[in-house]
C-alpha cells in the first residue's frame, strides 16, 4: 500500500515537472506557472553584509535558541554547552558560557546500547526556555540519558541536573518539540526509541492515549504554539489551548486522504486539563487532531512532511495565521511547499464531524455526539452544564474522546495552495516578521533557511511569495537548525551545526537605483531620491518611494547612471560587450543606436548569453553605441553602453608563424583576470607558436571533456526519466536542465531551471564551435575559440559577481598553461543556489583559482550530486 502511494506520488511529480516544462516551453500561448519562485538577488558569503558569527570551540550543533527581547539576551543550546550571547551582537565577547558534557562513563554505556558516538553520545540540548522571571530550563539528551537543569538567568549558572526521561528525547535527531507555559512544560516527541509518541504535561502528569485506539502514530513533531483563546471567559486562561503540529502516518487509510501514509498534522490540547477521573486517567480529556493539507489541487499533489511552523498572531485568536514548510517525503528528492493555514479553519475543522474507526477502517462518524463537546475545554459553557473540571466531564464523553481523536474535516491552506513551490530546495527552518509597507498594508517578510546553508528572504503579496534574495551563510553546506526573529535588533539569527550567524533584516544599500530598490520590493526598504534607504528612520515618509505591490511604479522621474566604454576592434573580431545583471529576474535587451536588436541568431551576427552581447565576425556596419538594458517587471533600465568602432582589417605585419595571421588573442595574465580592462595587446607580443599549439590543445581537450560530460548528461537524463515512468524516482531538475539547454537563451528561462551554454564562435576561419550544439549531440571539434575579451567595468552590484566555490581540483594540465585562454572563454558555470544552473562572467580579479573550474569540473559535480539510484543502461530508450 505505501510502496503504491509513493509510486503514484512519484508519478505526479513527474507529471508536474513535465507540465511545468511544456508550460514554459508553450511560453507564447501563456504565462508560465509561476511556481518555481527565483529568488531575485544572489549573495554570496563573501560578500554578506553586516554578517555576525558565534561559534565555540568546545561546541557543535547550535540548534537550540531562544531570544529574551527584554534582556537583549540570545540563549543557545548546542552539543555539549549552552551559551549566553548579547543579541545586539553575536560576536561580542566575552559569551557567558555552561559546559555541559555526558561524563566518559556515560558515553561508554551510550556505546553499550549500541549507539553511535559520533553523533548520539553527547549531551545534545533540545529544550532552552524561560521557566519563571529569574530562571530558565533546560533539557538534554546526556548520551541518551536525558537530563534537565534550571540554570540562573542572570548569572547563566545551572543548578544541579534532574531526571529528563519524561521530557526530553534520547535522540538529537528525534522530532520534538516543547514550552513551557505558567511554569507548567508541556512536550511531545517520540521519546525512546521504542516508546510511543506522546505527547507531555510534567506535573500534574498527562498522556495521550494508545488504546484501544492510539491517538499518535509514528509522529515526528516539529512545533508548538500556545494560543491563548480565552478572551471573554470566567476564569483567565480556562480556554487556552497549546497547538502541536507533525508528520504522523495516516490512519484513515482508503478514505479521504487519497491513500497517503504520512500525513501532515495539527492537534491540540487544552492548557488546563486536568485528564479523567476514572476513564482518560492522566490522559487528555481534550486532545482533537486534523489533516493539514498543503496540495497544488490541479495536479492532485499532496506535499505531506511538515519541516517547520511559524504562528503569526493576530489582533484576535481566530486572526491567527500559520506559516508551514512542507516536504516531500523521499529520499534524493528535494521540494518545498510553503502553505499558510488560518486558526479559525483549524478550529472549524475541530468543531466539525469526528473520525471513527471500525476493523481499523476510519470513516466519518454520524452518530450522536455526547454533551459537552468531546474535546472541549472547560470554559463558562461547559461550568454552566455543572462540569467545573475535566475530572467531572461525564464518562460517555471521556470514552468518546477516547475513541475519536481524528477530525474528518481536513485542514486546507488558506490560499488552497502553497504560497510558493521549489524544487531541488529543501528548506528546514523559518520565521516570519510583520512590517508595514509604505501603502500601508501589514506585510509578511519570511526567513528561510535550507538544508544547504542559505537563508531566503521573501515577502508575501497576494497570495504570492516574491524571494527578495538568497544568502550564503557558510562557505560549508549545512543544514539551517533554527531562524529566529528580533525585530528590536532588527536582526536575524540562524543556528546550524557549525555555529550562529546574525544578520540585518534588511540591506537596503544593496539597491544602488532606484529601480532596483523598487524591483526588490522589500518593504523595509524605499527609495529617498538620492539611495535606498531603510524606511524606519523616515518620520516623513511622504517622500519615500516603495512598490511593494507591483515593484515597478515610482522611479519614472529618477535618473540612471549609466557608463560608457568606448571599444576599438578590428573588422572580423569577435567582441563580447558584457552586461552583468544584478538581478536574477531580469533579462537582457541590447540595443545598436538606439534600434533593439532582433533575431540573436547566428545569422544575425549577434548572440546574447545572460552576461553579455556576443558580436560575431565584426563587420563595419556594427560599429555604434550599444546600450544594455536590464528588462525587469516591464521596465527597460540601461545598464552599460558601449561606443565600438569596427576598423577596417589591417594586413598583419610579417611574421615566421604562418598561424600568425590569426588575430591576435589576448591572454589576460591570471592576476588581472578578466575583470581588469583588457587592453589589445600589440601583436609584437601575441603568442609564441608553443604556447598557440598549447593553447590549441588544450581547447581540443577541454571541448572534448566537455562533450563527454554532455552526452553522459543527457544519457543519464534519459535513463531518469525511463526510471522515473517506472515509478522510481526521477530527477526534475535534471530534464529542466536539459529542456532548458535546448530552447533558447533568455534568462527568464532560469525560472525553469535553464542551462545555458553560450556560444563561443570563431571569427570567420570556417569552423564553428556553437556549445549550445551539444545537446543535440552536434559538436565539431577543433574549432579554434576566439574572444576578444569584453572590456570589464566593475559591477554596480559585486554581491552578484562572486568567484564560483572554488573546488578542490586536480591539478589538471589544462589549468597549468592554458590559463589566459580559461580566463579568455568567457564564463564558467556559476551554480545559482537552487536549480538553476547559469553561465557567469569570470570577471572577479580577486578569484583564487578561476581556472579550474570549467563546465565539464561543474557538470562532474552535478552529475555526483544527482546520480540516480537504479541506473537501467537502455541507451536506446534514452529520451536524448
Ligand atoms: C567510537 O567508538 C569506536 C569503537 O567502537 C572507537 O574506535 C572510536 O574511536 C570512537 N570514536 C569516538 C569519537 O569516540
Ligand atoms: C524560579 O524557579 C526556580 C526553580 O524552581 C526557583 O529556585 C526560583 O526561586 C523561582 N523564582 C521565582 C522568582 O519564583
Ligand atoms: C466545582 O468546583 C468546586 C471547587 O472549585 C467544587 O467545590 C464544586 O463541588 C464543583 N462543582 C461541581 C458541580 O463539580
Ligand atoms: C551535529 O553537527 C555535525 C557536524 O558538525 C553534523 O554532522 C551532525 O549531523 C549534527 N547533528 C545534529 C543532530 O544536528
Ligand atoms: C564613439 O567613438 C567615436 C570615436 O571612436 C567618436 O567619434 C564618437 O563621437 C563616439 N560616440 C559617442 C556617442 O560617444
Known amino acids: 500500500m505505501e510502496m503504491k502511494a509513493g509510486r503514484s506520488s512519484s508519478l505526479r511529480l513527474l507529471l508536474l515537472v513535465s507540465c511545468c516544462v511544456c508550460v514554459a516551453a508553450t511560453y507564447p500561448f501563456g504565462p508560465p506557472l509561476d511556481l518555481d519562485v527565483t529568488p531575485r538577488v544572489t549573495v554570496l558569503s563573501n560578500s554578506l553584509w553586516g554578517c555576525r558569527r558565534f561559534s565555540s570551540s568546545s561546541a557543535v550543533n547550535y540548534s537550540t535558541m531562544l531570544l529574551e527581547a527584554d534582556s537583549q539576551r540570545l540563549f543557545i543550546g548546542a552539543r555539549g554547552a549552552a551559551f549566553a550571547l548579547d543579541a545586539a551582537d ?20 551510550c556505546l553499550l546500547k ?22 530558565l530550563y533546560m533539557c538534554g539528551t546526556h548520551a541518551f540519558s536525558p537530563l534537565c537543569a534550571y540554570i540562573d538567568a542572570e548569572t547563566f549558572v545551572m543548578s544541579p541536573p534532574e531526571e529528563g526521561r519524561d521530557k526530553c528525547p534520547y535522540s538529537p535527531t528525534t522530532g520534538y518539540t516543547g514550552l513551557i507555559v505558567d511554569q507548567e512544560l508541556f512536550t511531545a516527541s517520540q521519546y525512546e526509541f521504542r516508546s510511543f509518541p506522546d505527547i507531555r504535561r510534567n506535573s500534574p502528569t498527562l498522556k495521550t492515549e494508545d488504546a484501544p485506539t492510539r491517538w499518535l502514530n509514528e509522529a515526528n513533531f516539529v512545533s508548538s504554539a500556545l494560543v491563548r483563546e480565552s478572551l471573554s471567559s470566567g476564569i483567565a486562561g480556562d480556554d487556552d489551548k497549546i497547538y502541536f503540529f507533525f508528520t504522523e502516518g495516516g490512519q484513515e487509510h482508503g478514505a479521504a486522504s487519497g491513500g497517503h501514509s504520512r500525513v501532515a498534522r495539527v492537534a491540540r490540547i487544552c492548557k488546563g486539563d486536568r485528564g479523567g477521573l476514572l476513564t482518560l486517567q492522566k490522559r487528555w480529556t481534550s486532545f482533537l487532531k486534523a489533516r493539514l493539507t498543503c496540495s497544488l489541487p490541479e495536479y492532485d499533489f499532496h506535499f505531506n512532511m511538515l519541516r517547520s511552523v511559524f504562528v503569526v498572531p493576530g489582533d484576535t485568536p481566530g486572526d491567527t495565521l500559520f506559516y508551514a514548510i512542507f516536504g516531500l517525503g523521499w529520499k534524493n528528492i528535494k521540494a518545498s511547499a510553503l502553505c499558510r493555514f488560518s486558526l479559525s479553519d483549524v478550529q472549524e475543522a475541530f468543531r466539525g464531524p469526528y473520525m471513527e474507526t471500525q476493523d481499523s477502517n476510519w470513516k466519518e462518524y454520524s452518530g ?156 523595509h526598504c524605499a527609495w529617498n531620491g538620492y539611495h535606498c534607504a531603510d524606511v524606519m528612520v523616515y518620520p516623513d ?175 543519464y537524463v534519459g535513463f531518469c526519466l525511463r526510471v522515473g515512468t517506472r515509478g522510481k524516482y526521477s530527477l526534475p531538475t535534471a530534464t529542466a536542465v536539459y529542456q532548458g539547454a535546448k530552447r533558447n537563451h533568455r534568462k527568464q528561462q532560469r525560472n525553469s531551471a535553464s542551462l545555458e551554454l553560450k556560444t563561443i564562435s570563431n571569427n570567420g576561419h570556417g569552423v564553428h564551435n556553437g556549445i549550445s550544439k551539444l545537446p543535440n549531440g552536434n559538436i565539431r571539434d577543433g574549432g579554434f575559440l576566439q574572444i576578444v575579451p569584453g572590456e570589464a567595468y566593475p559591477s554596480p552590484n559585486t554581491e552578484i559577481n562572486p568567484p564560483p566555490p572554488a573546488p578542490p581540483l586536480p591539478a589538471a594540465p589544462e589549468c597549468n598553461f592554458a590559463n589566459g585562454l580559461s580566463a579568455a572563454l568567457p564564463s564558467v558555470l556559476r551554480r545559482m543556489h537552487g536549480n538553476s544552473y547559469v553561465l557567469l562572467n569570470q570577471s572577479d580579479a580577486e578569484r583564487a583559482s578561476p581556472l579550474c573550474s570549467t563546465f565539464a569540473d561543474e557538470l562532474n559535480r552535478i552529475l555526483e550530486k544527482r546520480k540516480c539510484t537504479q541506473l537501467i543502461p537502455r541507451p536506446d530508450e534514452s529520451s536524448v
Open 368 to 523: 450522536k455526539i455526547p454533551d459537552p463537546r468531546p474535546g472541549t475545554c472547560i470554559t463558562d459553557t461547559t461550568r454552566a452544564k455543572g462540569v467545573n473540571a475535566s475530572t467531572s466531564l461525564p464518562d460517555d464523553v471521556l470514552n468518546f474522546v477516547r475513541r475519536h481523536p481524528l477530525m474528518s474535516q481536513q485542514v486546507r491552506a488558506f490560499d488552497r495552495r502553497p504560497l510558493l513551490f521549489r524544487r531541488t530546495t529543501d528548506y528546514t527552518h523559518m520565521a516570519v516578521n510583520t512590517i508595514q509597507g509604505l501603502d500601508g498594508q501589514e506585510y509578511h517578510v519570511l526567513y528561510m533557511g535550507t538544508d544547504e546553508g542559505w537563508l531566503h528572504k521573501a515577502v508575501h503579496v497576494n497570495g504570492q511569495l516574491h524571494i527578495i534574495e538568497e544568502l550564503q551563510l557558510f562557505e560549508e553546506p549545512q543544514p539551517v537548525d533554527n531562524v529566529l526573529i528580533s525585530d528590536r535588533m532588527l536582526s536575524v539569527y540562524v543556528g546550524s551545526p557549525s555555529g550562529v550567524v546574525q544578520l540585518p533584516l534588511f540591506n537596503c544599500q544593496r539597491y544602488t537605483s532606484c529601480y532596483d530598490c523598487i524591483f526588490a520590493r522589500d518593504p
Open 90 to 109: 553575536i560576536s561580542a565577547s566575552p559569551a557567558l558560557t555552561i559546559e555541559w558534557e555526558a561524563s566518559a562513563e556515560q558515553k561508554r554505556q
Open 541 to 715: 515618509k511622504s517622500t519615500l518611494i516603495q512598490d511593494i505591490q507591483k515593484g515597478n511604479r515610482g522611479c519614472d522621474n529618477t535618473q540612471v547612471d549609466v557608463s560608457t566604454h568606448s571599444r576599438s576592434v578590428r573588422v572580423g573580431d569577435d567582441v563580447l560587450l558584457q552586461c552583468e545583471l544584478s538581478s536574477n529576474l531580469a533579462a537582457p535587451l541590447w540595443t545598436l543606436d538606439g534600434q533593439e536588436l532582433h533575431g540573436y541568431g547566428l545569422s544575425s551576427g549577434f548572440r546574447t548569453g545572460t552576461d553579455g552581447l556576443l558580436i560575431i565576425r565584426a563587420r563595419r556596419d556594427q560599429s555604434g553605441l550599444y546600450t544594455c538594458y536590464a528588462v525587469e517587471n516591464q521596465i527597460q533600465v540601461a545598464v552599460v553602453t558601449y561606443n565600438v568602432t569596427v576598423a577596417p582589417d589591417l594586413p598583419f605585419p610579417p611574421t615566421k608563424d604562418p598561424r600568425r595571421r590569426f588575430p591576435a588573442l589576448p591572454l589576460p595574465t591570471p592576476s588581472e583576470g578578466a575583470a581588469a580592462p583588457a587592453p589589445r595587446m600589440p601583436h609584437s607580443k601575441m603568442l609564441s607558436a608553443k604556447s598557440m599549439e598549447a593553447v590549441y590543445l588544450s581547447l581540443i581537450t577541454i571541448l572534448g571533456s566537455l562533450c563527454v560530460v554532455l552526452t553522459v548528461v543527457l544519457f
Open 114 to 135: 549500541g549507539k553511535d558516538n559520533k553523533t548520539e553520545c553527547f549531551n545534545h540540548i533540545r529544550l532552552l526556555q524561560r521557566f519563571n522571571s529569574t530562571h
